[in-house]
């Protein structure tokens, strides 16, 4: 059964810092690459890191620069760095395979809300 727990969410400042754990199956990692997604409000649900089995990372433009995705692969944990975080960061955060349709299908977390005030 696939299981993902995403935590380290919070509420920050505009140019804060968070960093998001993800805690999942082995099921997920072993389906490369593995991604973060976003939900803001009113919005649909966007791929905004990817990372593969050889450490490749990936970033739209829009966090490029300032999101770092990381991985421990004793512990089956994945990681987003966010640094100089944006209100428009503001959303809920979820991990899982970089592939929407397999994701999809393999189910989601609970996710972890990040909120970010101007």
């Known amino acids: 059964q696939v299981q993902l727990v995403e935590s380290g969410g919070g509420m920050v400042q505009a140019g804060g810092s968070l960093r998001l754990s993800c805690a999942a199956t082995a099921t997920i990692f072993s389906r490369s690459p593995v991604g973060w997604y976003r939900q803001a409000p009113g919005k649909q649900r966007e791929l905004v890191a990817t990372?593969?089995?050889?450490?490749?990372?990936n970033f739209p433009d829009s966090v490029r620069g300032r999101f770092s995705f990381s991985r421990d692969n004793v512990k089956n944990i994945l990681y987003l760095q966010m640094s100089n975080l944006k209100p428009e960061d503001t959303g809920v955060y979820y991990c899982n395979t970089a592939n929407e349709v397999l994701a999809n299908i393999l189910g989601w977390g609970q996710g972890t809300q990040v909120t970010v005030s101007s």
């Open positions: 990372l593969t089995d050889i450490g490749t990372t």
